[in-house]
């Protein structure tokens, strides 16, 4: 008798059917979290963005300013992406390893993919953009399957 009265489309029913899909699964399941998830790193931008220029203009040290902006919108960016865009329930341990794994192969992909572009004459902007909206998608994919499942 102690179950809440409402449930989110996540915790109606994990269990997979005969397809291996799950109730969460949906199109509408799927398209709320895919808007969450671009809100969220919308924000996560705008946070970063901020924190940057204000670091920078306090210290006039990218050094410093950089890191700080970076890490402080990767733990909101984390942190709203787990309990808002993707309801997880996993363990937050769970789920902080395997995004930080998934960043550190992120910054190593888009470091050598810009630079093999510009290698080959793509203007940094474009390159930049590209690795980006790669990342973007499959990000959406890998929280929803593997790091907020």
């Given at each position: 008798m102690n179950e809440p009265l409402l449930r989110s489309s996540r915790e109606v029913d994990d269990s997979p059917d005969s397809s291996g899909?799950?109730?969460?699964?949906?199109?509408?399941?799927?398209?709320?979290?895919?808007?969450?998830y671009l809100v969220v790193g919308g924000g996560s931008a705008l946070i970063e963005l901020v924190i940057f220029q204000l670091l920078f203009r306090l210290?006039?040290?990218?050094?410093?300013a950089n890191p700080v902006a970076v890490v402080i919108a990767t733990l909101a960016n984390f942190a709203?992406?787990?309990?808002?865009a993707f309801e997880s329930r996993l363990h937050v341990a769970h789920s902080g390893v395997?995004?930080?794994?998934?960043?550190?192969?992120?910054?190593a992909f888009s470091t050598w993919a810009i630079a093999a572009m510009v290698g080959a004459g793509v203007l940094a902007?474009?390159?930049?953009?590209?690795?980006?909206?790669?990342?973007?998608?499959?990000?959406?994919?890998?929280?929803?399957?593997?790091i907020f499942r």
């Open positions: 899909s799950v109730a969460g699964d949906s199109g509408p399941a799927v398209a709320s979290s895919a808007v969450r210290t006039g040290v990218v050094a410093l709203f992406n787990r309990s808002w395997r995004y930080l794994l998934l960043f550190a192969f992120n910054l902007v474009a390159a930049k953009l590209l690795t980006m909206a790669c990342i973007t998608v499959w990000n959406f994919v890998l929280y929803r399957k593997v």
